[in-house]
């Protein structure tokens, strides 16, 4: 007997559970009140990558000289600047609608949808009327939405959301962002490159990252031009003129500052979207940090699963998110899948870029693994001179006890394509050996992993032995 599964939302989650179903035989009702694609395509990743490569062109026609290359009086066009992006995500929407068009055994359902109980869905149709879909199983991938913090002054004009901010043509002269998370250094980073003055008030940098970053990072920023100020909570937010104006406070010092900018960016984080879906009428639990799920992702309601960024495990990444879409259709569907949320890229889209995987450095000593760590510098490779980006690094972690790769961690020229490859060593359990003796290609970026791997034995060529103390 055929399954019938609802997926509701159409994101990186969504849609790619709904694909994984279809192809193992499943009848899918896929439906979405707003964009295929989800925030990720049309609020998020995508639209980022896409200033992101703007920014990377700015900052390199600041710097033309040094490649000799004079050029005078470039400007950014903001509304090309739209323009682009809106085309980018126009293309892949269009591309994943017609991937799911594709699939006779998937119905699109443009609407938003209500559980009436595990196997009865009830949507508002976005043409108006409403239709009860009949399923044996539902899948929730509502995702996320922008949070606001508890600051006085957030409701006022000119505080806005990243959702906001990527709707504008114009490039704020003075951009305050506050938050020091993801979402508030890609923005902050971007900006400052696009021309806007940015004033940065992140209580703290990437809380989960290795400490080494945590430390570099606002020094390549102050480099970019940008204002920072470390460990500090904003208090207020007030209206100056027609600026506006933040008071914050620092934590760890009894001392406040006043900032006065055009637009407040409010980065504060990501909340689960579970408005209008009936959980507490089903008895699905839930909370501020999302839908309480297994080790499966099912909820308290057996047959009712949630996937990415609306359940309550915290990883709120795209990949993850359709990671777990093909786990909960292979185990409906009777396989047997495997899922290894302790190893997954987290990928930081600054300039430089940030790519960490496995463990970091602080997690390895508070798990009391014996270890040994090797650092090789971009300065030492030619491909990163090449590019004229010879600045940061690559750090590798590896357990002492059975010589396996346990962590990585890079700073430096498109840190979050090199990441893979230790992805891939980690989550297949290799040794360092297994790496070492892969050839590498010369001259790629490439080889700087290579060689901290090589580090990690004292078999580097490029980097210098310790000097031995005299005696």
Known sequence: MT????????????????IRGAQLGANIYLIEDREVGGTCLNR??????????????MKDLKRSEEFGITIDNYRLDGKALQERKKTIVGQLVKGIEQLISSYDNIEFIPGKASIKDKNTLLVNLKDGGTREVAVDNIVIATGSKPTMTETKGVDLEGVIT???????????????VIGGGVIGLEFASIY???????????????KDV?????RRLPMFFKKQGMEVYADIRAKEIVKEGDKLKVVAKYKKKDEEIEVIGDKVLIASGRGPVTEGLNLDGIGVEYDRTGIKVSDDFETTVQGIYAIGDVNDLGIQLAHVASAQGIYVMEKLMGLTPDINLDVYPNCVFTLPEVAFVGLTEEEIKEKGIDYKVSKFLFAANGKALT??????????FASKEDNKLIGVTILGPHANDLIHEGALAIS???????????????PTLGEAFMEAIHGLEDKSIHIAPPRKRRR
């Open 44 to 57: 998020g990743c995508i639209p980022t990558k896409a200033y992101f490569k703007n920014a990377e062109v």
């Open 428 to 442: 297949n359990g290799l040794d360092i050996d297994s790496i070492a003796r892969t050839i590498h290609a010369h």
């Open 387 to 396: 590019l004229g980006e010879g600045e940061g690094f690559i750090k590798v």
């Open 192 to 206: 400052q490159e696009l021309g806007s003055q940015v004033i940065l008030l992140p209580s703290r940098i990437l």
């Open 210 to 214: 290795d400490k080494e970053i945590s």
């Open 162 to 176: 990243s959702d906001d901010l990527l709707e504008m043509e114009e490039i704020p002269e003075t951009l305050i």
């Open 3 to 18: 399954k019938n599964i609802a997926v509701i939302g159409a994101g990186p989650g969504g849609y790619v559970a709904a």
